[in-house]
């Protein structure tokens, strides 16, 4: 349709609102309340226009476009009611320095920033230079405030992980609500009471933490003002420039953008306007990526341990060193830890640079056991989270959504909200719990039971009963169903069946398979390099049979194993206890080029963004020093070369079956009414084998580790809270866990989560048992409380 | 509470699930319970499939709707024009510093609960102090201490 904005002829293919129109014709119009990814609000009213044959002043945002409009934006009674508006917004607004006569040389000279305090000018607000109402303010032209002005004097809220809150800043544009119901659909925060008493939150008094806030920053991203502030650049000012990558840190590697200022990467972003796009991050992609990047515990430079102590050294040295340790090691006597998170173009040159470096070592990687290698061989069917988007029915299997796959729980939350049914299998609530049509909590121990009931109804036919009769049917009688499995299966003692029992499901339903696991680029390591499972390794290590450990962003083990030498590359530095020989640095995500196996299995490829930290090398280059010390001149790792050694489709290769493995740990049928099931999980919040928790003290508070989590029901009728100690043994053994309290927990269940360093603890290659089920029977929590 | 959850279902039974039912659901609950608890506020957010703040996002809207529960005796103060003129704000701030809560609260022990109000319609005897409904005519500050000892 044709219409004319301020006498230019504008176009529109389907229905727009006059402001998408005028936008794309390059127009401004003034608007705060609008935003890309909501719905009409039309609640600032900056965005008023005169359209012919119109009554009044129709908001922009909110009048859809229509054939032969005649809009006018810019005339004199509209500047001067926005006038008006502007300045009601601003008299409940610290607006000193917006309307000072000296603002531009004082951003400049800084002549008058002693006369303005936070609570009433721009110079101390964390989004100054940033904020869209400064940007409003310039252009709709204001000099003075004849309102009354009223500060709120509210606290500013700073207790939640993450980002802060000043809501004296606020101006109730209601984008971070909306933001958080429409696009998130969380609802976490809402408008609360009226009129002046307006205040924006959780229900009642709660703390976001309390409310089970994901913390994705969707908010922060949709405030216009500073009223939101990410902890962490803060007081960084605006970026300046911006940097597309991929998030490394879960198998969905969503795009992200690296804010950058100067070298630093000051923030990571979803796609789309800087400081506006909600996007579809999870906690970690849009809060934990900077920290990493920028922590102080970064290894900056090579380190040697000499019989005196560790010292620093070139890389001159440390590559000899390497390369000698290399050389020293006999035939099959080298062992390399691969990190699931390095790139294709990473895999590709360590295996290129070891095959010629030393004679038959073995590959693998810490979290590589037979159950994962099960989860791989059915991952290989899995299609993407957008290729769902049109299913008719949902079934997740033990996802915990929980600060975790954020795409895919809001596709989830969307299909569901739309009214596709949509089932969940498992314990833990998560932010999909809310949609599901129907929670299944199968009995602990014996998790695969409902998942072969619904195996066996398929083929028995619609006469069976209970429930896994009732889900068969329902994947019956839907068109295109889709089953969502989470690499937190896992953490069962019979992971294994239920694998089995999905894949006779798929099988006989044809539904399609989306895959989602904390390890983002297994696909890559599995298609690359010819892995062994991580227990045939540690029994090498156990035996004697390694002389040279070579750990790549992997970190295994807590102490040192028994083995001649030690090289640890990796972006943070080891345990002490580990004892390596060699510690190298390493430029991490943010500061290399490369690519990852997407989950439909193609190659998805990213940019560096910015220069290493201190003398930290990318892997290829640390490789080709070390084979240049060892004289194999020939190895340089040309990206060209190596991007054509990797296919563009993964062909995920799976281990040999690990025969002589302890066998799984045995089950037992039922719980008892008096104890706890305790389900011990591995952390999915890691990264290069280090627990992001420790990087990211955030996270170490809304998912915390080496903690008991019951729900709120059993600590109360136990009489325990949240930061008591509880005693659990096993065996001989006996260790104390702080306590902690989460809604997501169902009653009669205890999680305790490890960080991944503990579980494959190379002093002790049992397996590590994580059924709930069978660790009941060893271990018992005693309901003795000892205050820390 | 417990026999407060018992009686929410008999509340919830007889709505549909819309959110259309949630102003209803939120007057029954308080004439049953005096007041929206945050348990109410749970078991409406598991019926409706509404998140708990969303539910408080609405309810906290209307002035009909109260977080706290009622005291043994409601004391209303009125504000109304007549009222206003011979002091009707010192003796609420008065109330105020006395039972050391805020307007709109409840002391801790649930003896008193405090509320104003726009106009009594007996303003010959302003300034106005209602207790349940008792009408208490040309009060003053210094008689508040030994009005309120009046009632348990």
């Not at chain 1, 995500?589 to 963004?609: D, K, L, N, T, V």
């Not at chain 2, 529960?69 to 206003?84: E, M, N, W």
Request: proline content about 7%.
């Amino acid at each position: 349709m044709k219409l004319s904005i301020d006498n230019r002829s504008a176009e529109t293919q389907g229905p727009a609102t006059i402001l998408q129109v005028a936008s794309a014709q390059g127009i401004d119009i003034p608007h705060l309340c609008s935003h890309p990814e909501l719905a009409p609000y039309g609640g600032c009213r900056l965005c008023i226009v005169e359209v012919e044959g119109m009554r009044g002043f129709p908001t922009a945002c909110t009048t859809p476009a229509a054939e032969g409009m005649v809009v006018r934006t810019q005339s004199k009674a509209l500047q001067e009611t926005r006038r008006e508006i502007l300045q009601l917004i601003l008299s409940e607004h610290p607006s000193a320095c917006l309307i000072c006569a000296e603002a531009d040389e004082c951003r400049d000279f800084q002549q008058t920033i002693r006369k303005v305090s936070f609570t009433t000018g721009c110079r101390g607000c964390p989004r100054d230079e940033e904020c869209e109402l400064q940007k409003a303010v310039r252009t709709v032209g204001i000099e003075e405030i004849t309102f009354p002005v009223y500060f709120r004097g509210m606290t500013p809220e700073t207790g939640d992980p993450f980002f802060d809150r000043d809501y004296n800043l606020c101006i109730y544009c209601g984008r971070c609500v909306r933001i958080c119901q429409e696009h998130r659909k969380s609802a976490v925060i809402s408008l609360k009471k009226r009129g002046r008493l307006t205040t924006i939150g959780p229900a009642f008094s709660r703390s976001h933490l309390e409310a089970d806030c994901e913390f994705c920053g969707a908010c922060v991203s949709a405030c216009p003002t500073g009223a939101m502030a990410e902890k962490n650049r803060k007081w960084h000012g605006s970026a300046d420039r911006h940097q597309d990558s991929l998030c490394p840190l879960c198998s969905l590697n969503c795009e992200i953008q690296i804010a950058i200022k100067g070298n630093r990467a000051i923030g990571t972003l979803p796609p789309g306007e800087p400081g506006q796009a909600g996007g579809e991050l999870c906690v970690k992609g849009r809060f934990c990526l900077s920290e990493w990047v920028n922590h102080p515990w970064r290894i900056l430079l090579p380190r040697m341990r000499f019989p005196e102590g560790t010292g620093t050294v070139s890389w001159m040295e440390a590559a000899q060193k390497a390369g000698a340790m290399l050389q020293n090691s006999g035939k099959g006597k080298t062992a390399i830890y691969l990190s699931p998170f390095l790139t294709l173009e990473e895999i590709a040159a360590a295996r290129l640079f070891f095959q010629r470096a030393c004679v038959s070592p073995h590959f693998t990687t810490s979290v590589l056991d037979q159950k994962l290698a099960s989860f791989f061989a059915l991952s290989r069917k899995s299609v993407t989270v957008k290729e769902i988007e049109d299913s008719d029915l949902l079934i997740s299997i033990f996802l915990n959504g929980n600060h975790n796959y954020a795409p895919l729980t809001l596709a989830i939350k969307r299909l569901a909200s739309r009214g596709v049914p949509y089932l969940q299998l498992g314990w833990i609530t998560d932010p999909t719990s809310r949609f599901a049509e129907l929670r299944s909590m199968p009995e602990p121990g014996r998790e695969d039971r409902l998942l072969n009931d619904i195996a066996h109804a398929l083929s028995a036919g619609t006469g069976k009963s209970g429930e896994g009769g009732r889900i068969a049917r329902m994947l019956k009688a839907a068109k295109a169903p889709a089953i969502i499995l989470s690499a937190d299966v896992l953490n069962l003692s019979s992971a294994e069946a239920a694998l089995a029992a999905v894949a006779r499901i798929i099988k006989r339903t044809h539904a399609r398979l989306v895959t989602v696991h904390p390890y983002a680029n297994m696909a890559g390591l599995l298609s690359l390099v010819p892995m062994e499972t991580a227990g045939a390794v540690l029994r090498l290590i156990a035996h004697g049979q390694i002389d040279t450990l070579y750990l790549i962003g992997d970190i295994p083990f807590s102490s040192r194993p028994a083995v001649r030498s030690l090289i640890c590359q990796n972006v943070f530095p080891p345990t002490d206890l580990l004892a390596a020989d060699l510690v190298l640095p390493t430029a991490t995500f943010s500061e290399i080029s490369g690519s990852y196996y997407s989950p439909g299995g193609g190659r998805r490829h990213f940019q560096e963004a910015i220069p290493p930290p201190g003398s930290a090398l990318p892997h290829e280059q640390i490789f080709a020093r070390i084979a240049q010390a060892m004289g194999i001149e020939d190895l340089k790792f040309d990206p060209e070369a190596l991007s054509r050694l990797i296919p563009t489709q993964a062909r995920i290769v799976l281990p040999a079956r690990d025969v002589a493995a302890a066998p799984a740990a045995k089950r037992t049928a039922r719980r008892s009414k008096k104890g706890f099931m305790l389900l011990q999980e591995r952390s999915p919040h890691s990264y290069h084998g280090v627990d992001l928790g420790t990087i990211s003290p955030g996270l170490a508070v809304i998912a915390p580790v080496d903690t008991l989590i019951f729900n709120p029901e059993d600590t109360a009728r136990l009489g325990i809270a949240s930061g008591d100690t509880i005693k659990m043994k096993s065996g001989q053994a006996e260790k104390a866990f702080p306590v902690g309290v989460s809604k997501t927990i169902p009653p009669g269940l205890t999680v305790l989560r490890s960080p991944v360093q503990d579980l494959a603890s190379a002093a002790n290659p049992r397996p590590v048992r994580f059924s709930p089920a069978a660790v009941k029977k060893r271990k018992k929590t005693s309901p003795g409380k000892s205050h820390v | 509470m417990e026999s407060g959850i018992s009686s929410m279902a008999g509340i919830l039974k007889e709505f549909p699930v819309e959110p259309g039912s949630l102003i209803p659901i939120l007057q029954k609950s308080q004439k049953e319970f005096g007041f929206i608890s945050p348990q109410v506020v749970e078991r409406i957010a598991a019926f409706l499939k509404m998140t708990e703040n969303e539910i408080y996002g609405v309810a906290s809207f209307y002035s009909q709707f109260r977080f706290i529960p009622k005291g043994r005796h409601t004391i209303t103060v009125c504000l109304g024009t007549a009222c206003h003129v011979r002091g009707g704000a010192i003796l609420l701030e008065a109330l105020e510093r006395h039972l050391e809560i805020k307007t709109g609260e409840c002391t801790p022990d649930r003896r008193f609960d405090l509320d104003a109000v726009a106009c009594l319609g007996c303003c010959a005897l302003a300034p106005v102090v209602k207790i349940d409904n008792n009408i208490y005519g040309n009060m003053a500050v210094i008689k508040i201490k030994e009005l309120l000892e009046k009632y348990e």
